[in-house]
């Protein structure tokens, strides 16, 4: 029997705040988590964004601050939540914002990018609650403009993209800055042994929790794979566009410059669309996601990074136009669809160098990925192309054609992935070792 919130221990103020959202049903994370949080427990999460598990922490944070209110302190929140990139630390806040609607509350959030001044302003109000990204944290308290002495609670989310990004040095610091007396929860999607270890360096007996592994939360997504010589895929891109008219679309792409390339071609072809990576400004990324958001363009092109944590209702249709590296990329990426139940349909563009990868996502994913054989651009993969094994690091090794595009600069936007499959080995984009298990 699903549980409603109302059946949750959370006061009226944040009901009211469920119900102006339409929301009635926790979801697993939510009626895992927030009896946990509630009974003051430490939580160690495995959830990905898309499980709800923002609210599986901010309701009951918010719920202890209400019931145990405290005078504000400028400069000393008492509650941290550190994420991985500016997008997904922007959403946090939002939520708090929202679900303490009714409360006397007020956070914040500080990012790396922007001038630090209106953030050093806001946080001499003394919000209770400070998101906030690595870097810009460990600046600010550097520069004596936030003390953690007030913290009572601690929250790190998607902590393996944090280590993925480098931030782990980062992550250590602020620990070591944090009372000891505190409840912490950490959340990750994946629980590798670095992650477990990190985990064990902040919780004091936790609860674990555990919601959908990947494998089963795509099954509402209608994904089909579009069999396509390279140089078609552009059309090909063009005709799924006009086949799925409706709502927005998310397009992925391996590399930086080949975003920016296909924003420029859609938007001659007069679909509004935008680039969002990790070379884009900060205020560019911030006005791509606006106009996304608002419909002003209908195609949002973006690398895997820069896609992390950004949560677009209505976004109907997932393109790969480049497969991802790893196979649990995949899973992030099409989770951006059929979000909150929502139905979405998801289109994986495979060509020539990438049917490696393609079998190495549908055991990932323990199914096999329809092929669309109907589409105008359709090509019968090689026997010798279904059996290639992918190079160990993904992409990286430029065979053929494709070479300048698989292989050069890949350490930007998707070089955190790479580093995370090959178990933190570091710089492997040498020519791949393992070329020769084709059989
Ligand atoms: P998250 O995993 O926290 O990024 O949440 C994913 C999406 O689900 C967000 O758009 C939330 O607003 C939405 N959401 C979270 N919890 C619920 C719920 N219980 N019912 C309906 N939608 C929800």
């Known amino acids: 029997m699903p549980i409603n919130f109302t059946d949750l221990a959370l006061s009226e103020p944040l009901q009211r705040a469920l119900r102006d959202r339409d929301y009635t049903t926790p979801s697993p994370i939510q009626e895992k988590t927030i009896p946990y949080v509630l009974e003051d427990h430490d939580v160690m999460g495995c959830a990905q964004t898309g499980t709800g598990k923002t ?5 009951p944070i918010l719920e202890h601050l209400s019931n145990r209110p405290k005078k504000r302190t400028p400069k000393a929140p008492r509650v941290l939540v550190i994420a991985p990139t500016r997008e997904l630390a922007i959403q946090i806040h939002d939520s708090f914002d929202a679900y303490g609607t009714y409360l006397n509350h007020q956070s914040t959030v500080i990012f790396g990018g922007v001038g630090q001044n209106p953030q050093v302003q806001a946080i001499r109000r003394g919000p209770e609650v400070l998101v906030a990204t690595p870097g810009r944290l460990l600046d600010l308290i550097g520069q004596g403009h936030i003390s953690l002495r007030e913290l009572e609670f601690f929250v790190i989310d998607e902590a393996d993209r944090m280590l993925d990004m480098g931030f782990i040095h980062d992550v250590k610091k602020i620990i070591a800055e944090l ?14 042994k670095s992650i477990i270890e990190l985990a064990g360096s902040i919780l004091k007996s936790p609860k674990h929790v555990e919601v959908t592994p990947p494998a089963t939360t795509v099954e509402k997504i209608r994904q089909t794979v579009c069999h396509v010589a390279g140089e078609d895929k552009r059309s090909l891109l063009l005709h799924s566009l006009e086949q799925h ?3 927005l679309a998310l397009v992925f792409t391996g590399m930086k410059h080949v975003a920016n390339r296909i924003a420029e071609h859609l938007e001659k072809s007069g679909i509004p669309a935008a680039a969002i990576h990790g070379n884009k400004s900060q205020s560019a990324r911030v006005r791509a996601l606006e106009d996304f958001r608002s419909g002003r363009i209908r195609v949002l092109v973006a690398t895997d990074i820069a896609a992390r944590g950004i949560d677009v209702k209505g976004v109907d249709l997932v393109i790969n136009y480049d497969l991802p590296n790893e196979p649990d990329s995949y899973v992030h990426r099409i989770g951006r669809t059929a979000r909150a139940g929502a139905e979405g349909r998801a289109i994986s563009f495979c060509d020539e160098q990438s049917n490696g990868l393609l079998t190495q996502i549908e055991k990932n994913i323990r199914t096999k990925v329809p092929v669309d054989s109907d589409q105008p651009y359709h090509r019968e993969p090689r026997h010798e192309e279904r059996n290639a094994t992918p190079p160990r690091g993904g992409q990286g090794g430029g065979r053929g054609r494709n070479q300048q595009r698989r292989s050069g600069g890949g350490g930007g936007a998707q070089g955190g992935g790479n580093r995370r499959q090959n178990g933190g080995g570091g710089n492997r984009r040498s020519r791949p070792r393992r070329r020769s298990a084709s059989t």
């Open 55 to 59: 609210a599986a922490f901010a309701l």
């Open 179 to 192: 009372p000891k007396k505190r409840q912490s929860l950490f959340f990750s999607a994946t629980m590798p």
């Open 245 to 247: 008219p409706e709502g």
